[in-house]
């Protein structure tokens, strides 16, 4: 498996770990869709745009990457283009254990109970400005290939970060710092936390779908930009989340 491949692996398995599912076949291509959040829809197999734009709840945000008709901003007039994410690999192996600051004083604890999930989401749903339902997160708790993680600073909770290993490739997800806690640099602070964390567990590559905000964090690392990844809405639907 390819490393762009490998990248949307991860992402599309940790979907399925959130409780996505197959809800239609066609052909080569399965339909697949979340019951819950965080509400996506995507193709796996052959490409499929019609029965991806046909059958995909209205309710949900339909994904799409490199596919050849994905080139264009609008896949339909009723589904209409809402925001991109950039996949990003490092191959651990070009990484340098870096020394942080102490000033910062943040403290990464995993997350293995109910009480640290609710103030990891509380983290999320500040960051994000939505709310993730946690019952798509508990059963991840005791999932040995999830890492959870929930960055501590003066007692407070600030930062969130959810690890997922596939084969040699670990997927960072939900990062994110508090809105009280930001522009302080916690997000580098964690991420030389979770790298090295990523590259002493054996793993080859870490992976990532940026917004447009992380970039400069995760190019400054030595991230490479492999392609973009599309997020549609069905028309005058309103969003659950932009995970």
């Not at 992402?11 to 239609?24: E, Q």
């Not at 979340?34 to 796996?44: F, L």
């Not at 602070?189 to 054996?202: D, P, R």
Request: charged share 15%.
């Amino acid at each position: 498996m390819d490393i762009d491949h490998a990248n949307i692996h991860n992402l599309t398995g940790l979907w399925k770990k959130y409780g996505a599912h197959c809800v239609m076949q066609q052909g080569g291509s399965q339909l697949m869709a979340s019951d819950t959040w965080p509400y996506r829809a995507w193709v796996e197999g052959k490409s499929d745009l019609a029965l991806q734009l046909l059958n995909t709840p209205k309710t949900h945000r339909l994904s799409r990457w490199p596919y050849a008709s994905c080139d264009v901003e609008h896949v339909s007039e009723q589904w209409q283009f809402e925001f991109a994410q950039t996949a990003m690999y490092l191959p651990l192996h070009h990484y340098q254990a870096t020394a942080v600051s102490p000033t910062n004083h943040l403290h990464m604890q995993v997350v293995k109970d109910e009480c640290l999930l609710r103030d990891w989401l509380t983290v999320c749903s500040d960051a994000f400005g939505y709310e993730i339902d946690a019952n798509a997160l508990l059963p991840l708790l005791t999932e040995d290939d999830v890492t959870i993680f929930l960055g501590v600073i003066e007692n407070q909770p600030a930062l969130s970060a959810l690890l997922y290993r596939t084969d040699n490739v670990i997927g960072l997800h939900q990062m994110a710092v508090s809105q009280k806690f930001q522009g302080r640099g916690l997000a580098q602070v964690a991420m030389h936390f979770l790298l090295s964390k990523a590259k002493s567990s054996g793993a080859e590559y870490m992976v990532l779908q940026a917004s447009e905000a992380g970039l400069p964090v995760y190019s400054k690392l030595g991230f490479q930009t492999q392609f973009t990844l599309k997020h549609y809405l069905f028309e005058d639907s309103q969003p659950h989340s932009a995970s």
